[in-house]
Structures are given as C-alpha cells and as structure tokens.
Nanobody
Framework: QVQLVESGGGLVQAGAFLRLSCAASGTIFSGKFVAWYRQAPGKQRELVASITGADSTNYADSVKGRFTISRDNAKNMVALQMNDLKPEDTAVYYC???????????????????WGQGTQVTVSS
C-alpha cells in the first residue's frame, strides 16, 4: 500500500522560509515523477513544482526563483524548499506521485496516482 506523508508546514511571516518534506512508503521515489500541489481556500488545486524520473524540474511561474524541489533517494523523500514566502503562498500543500505500468496481457497501460493528506502553510503579512 502506497502512502505519502507530508510534513514541515506551519505559520510564518512574509519573507520567511519553510521546507516541506514528502516521505513515501510502499513505493520508491527514485525514478518516479513527484510533484507538489497546493490549494488555497476557494481556489482550485494548482501545480507548484514537479520533478521527473530523470530529475528534470518544473515550477509554476509564481514560485520560480523562490521554491526548489529536490529528491533524496537515500531517505525516499522529496522536499520543497520555499524561500521568501508571500501571503499568497498560503495554502494546503499536497505531495503527489504517479506512474504507469505496461500490461503485457492486453498491451495497455495502468496508471497509478497517489496523494498525501496535505500540510498547511500560512504566511502572514
């Protein structure tokens, strides 16, 4: 059973930093796509940052230059370093991973998608 557990959220002032961690059990992050999403009250969930199996990273325009996603294979964790936090970064942050497996018996692929429970980040002005 795959489980993702986020940690590191909290209440900080604008300009501060936080480091979120996503720990996986039941699967190995190495070589897999992992992403951080966030959802603010009344808004849709949005992609914040992602890292591919080849460790290529991608960021939302709103966090470029401030957030960094990284993978620690030894700890089976993915982190999101968030610097220079702004009040608009306030949201629940979710860890996500997904992969596909080829099914040789019918030639199709099965997709597996997993989410963590989320961690609250609140940035005061």
């Amino acid at each position: 059973q795959v489980q993702l557990v986020e940690s590191g959220g909290g209440l900080v002032q604008a300009g501060a930093f936080l480091r979120l961690s996503c720990a996986a059990s039941g699967t190995i992050f190495s070589g897999k796509f992992v992403a951080w999403y966030r959802q603010a009250p009344g808004k849709q969930r949005e992609l914040v940052a992602s890292i591919t199996g080849a460790d290529s990273t991608n960021y939302a325009d709103s966090v470029k230059g401030r957030f960094t996603i990284s993978r620690d294979n030894a700890k089976n964790m993915v982190a999101l370093q968030m610097n220079d936090l702004k009040p608009e970064d306030t949201a629940v942050y979710y860890c996500n991973t997904k992969w596909t497996l080829y099914r040789p018996f019918d030639g199709r692929q099965s997709e597996y998608v997993y989410w963590g429970q989320g961690t609250q980040v609140t940035v005061s002005s």
